[in-house]
Structure formats: C-alpha cells, structure tokens
C-alpha cells in the first residue's frame, strides 16, 4: 500500500493513486485545476458582484436563479449567500422518500429566514425505489447516482420553465476537488443509469426526471441556462460557514457530510466501507487538507473515529430494506456479490471526460463559470 504524504488518500482506496515525490495525483490536480476554479479576496468579491449584477439584469418575473436544497451545509450557505448578493432565488427541493428529520427543518427555517419560495418536486417513490435497488443489485459503488442525476435533471428543467437563465451551484471546489471514478461515477450518463435499470430493474422510468447530452446541449447552447458555484468566489471555509448558519438562521448540525439523507447515511457509513472498502471521509479530510481547512494529523485522528452508531446504522438498515422491499437475506447477497464497476454496464465514460476536460479548458481561459 501506497499513501500520499500531503493528504490522506491511499492505493487502497484508490487503484489508481499515482506519487510523484510522495505527493498523489489527487493533489496535484488540485494544485493545476486551483486557479482556474477559485477566485478569493478582493478579487473574488468584486468579480462575483458583477456577476451578481448581470443575473439580476437577466431574471424574468419574480426569480432570477433556481437553487438547489437539501438542508445540508453548502446548499444552505448558497441559499443565504444568493440573498445577501440582492439575487431573488427560486428553491427546489427534490424529495426522494430520504429526508432526516433534521433535514426537512433546516430547509423549513432556512427558507423562512430568508423569505425564499419553495419548489418540492416529489419523485414517484415506486419508480426511484426500484431504481435504488437495481444499483445495490448491480453491485457497483454508485449507489448515489440516482439521487445525483434527478436533482440535476430537476434543476435544469425547473429553470427551463420559468425562463430562468442561472442555477447557482452548492458545488465547491475547495472541499469537493477530489474525483474517483472507481468510487462514484454516472451523475451525468443516462446511458449507465438506464443500462443498470434495465438490467436489474422491475419497473420503467417512465417519470424518473432525467437527461442525456442532448437535452444537456439544448439547455446550455439554445437555451443558455448556466451552472454557477459562487462558493468558488468566496473565501469558504467549512467550518465558519457551520457556525454562520447556526448563528443566522438557526441551522442545526446533522453528523457527516450529506448524512441529511437517510439512505446516504446508511450508504456511506456502511455500505461503501463494508463492501467496497470506500471510506469517502478520505476523499473529504483530503479536500480539506489542500484547502488549508485542518490539517493531516487532525485529519488522521478524525479517520481513526467512527462516525456512524452501530445502533443507528441497525435502525438505519431496518429502514432501508422495509422501504426498498429487501429482506435481510437478498440484502446479505447483495453484500457478498462480487464488486463490479461502472465499466460492467453501457456507459458513455468517454464522452464525458471530454465535456469535462472541456468545460476544465473553458474555466481556464475564463469563458466559463467557475
């Protein structure tokens, strides 16, 4: 086993770790990709006002933005933020069946502070279920991607009703840099989600909000909508955005990182480290680390910690296989199914590393969003 010596992601949980001088990929890309992500200071203030400015010239009706929320940290930071810049946000809220309790209250004060109008899009809970199920059955490590891909969906298609030209982002580079595939691919490739579905599913998408790269082309080249992270202009710091939140608009600590859902609770804390191997509080605590948010000992002493009750993950399984209609047994197969990848199944991998390198290039040459 091979481990970085700036951060704290190791060959083990990534089979592609590449050092150079003891330092990973991870971190180099971060160090490359920095500069044409993130603007801070004086800088990013006066560049984020004028953009700010030009969205405010370009809403129609009441809204100028559509926001994405979830009561988790980013998303709610966002909310605050889009308010404070004088934007008139649009809030969506896609409702999976996973809200915690403490989720749906922090959208509920959040949006209550802030007199921001809510849009719940409620998904048919059969169809997403199923879908839920046919990635566990597939036995690959994205069980996420449902979730991911019908927000997006969401977003792009509430904003292309009601002529809403800019969806702001809760994505942020500084804790969020680091990208697996062996951990978490498909948010944007319908064709592996409809191929997992296909294949291990009962029941069709017929409602299940999606898109493939040709809606994502109209919306973006014809219709214009673009995806904005004004966390990347910010100075933004995880830890003082916490504390913000709780101060102003009485937000409440949920655990992990996106623990306001049930089922990525119970995923994450149990689910990816028990099959797969995937501790994703590596990937996190590494962000972190090159961000200059903690440091690599703390970072070391936080990974030595549990972060997930062994009574609340029993009551958190109980949950999850009463509502996907898994029994203990199909779940205990599910578990020693051999792990597969994304690379098992129809996939357009290719075709979007190439948006992605583009959008990269873009950014770089400063004629996209950060």
Known sequence: MTECSRCVMRSADDPDLVLVDGVCNHCRRYDDLLTSRVVTGEEGATELNQIAGGIKGSGRKEFDCVIGVSGGVDSTYVALKAVEL????????????????????NIEKTLNALDIELHTVVLDLREFYDLQRSFLFASTPDGEIP?????????????????????ISGMNFRTEAISVPSWSYGHSDWRYIRGVQRRHGTRSLA??????????????????????????????????????????????PYGGKHYESIYTRWYQGHVLPQKFGIDKRRGHYSDLINSGQICRSDALLGLA??????????????????????????????????????????????????????????????????
Request: net charge positive; hydrophobic share 35%.
């Open 207 to 252: 409602t299940y909000p999606h898109f493939g790269f040709g809606e994502l082309g109209y919306v973006t080249a014809v219709r214009r909508i673009r995806v904005l992270s004004i966390l990347n202009y910010l100075d933004y710091d995880k830890a003082a955005a916490v504390d913000e939140l709780q101060a102003k608009l009485n937000w409440t």
């Open 305 to 370: 910690q549990p972060d997930y009750d062994d009574d609340l993950r029993d009551r958190d399984q109980q949950f999850v296989l009463k509502k996907l209609s898994l029994s203990s047994a199909q779940f205990d197969e599910i578990m020693a199914a051999p792990v597969r990848s994304f690379r098992d199944y129809p996939n357009s991998y290719e075709t979007v590393q190439r948006l992605r390198g583009l959008a990269n290039g873009l950014r770089h040459r400063g004629w996209y969003p950060k």
């Open 147 to 167: 979730t991911d891909h019908a927000i997006q969906a969401t977003l792009w298609k509430t904003a292309r009703q009601n002529g809403i030209r800019t969806i």
């Open 86 to 105: 004088g934007l008139r946000p649009l809030a969506v809220h896609v409702d999976n069946g996973w809200n915690s309790e403490v989720a749906v209250q």
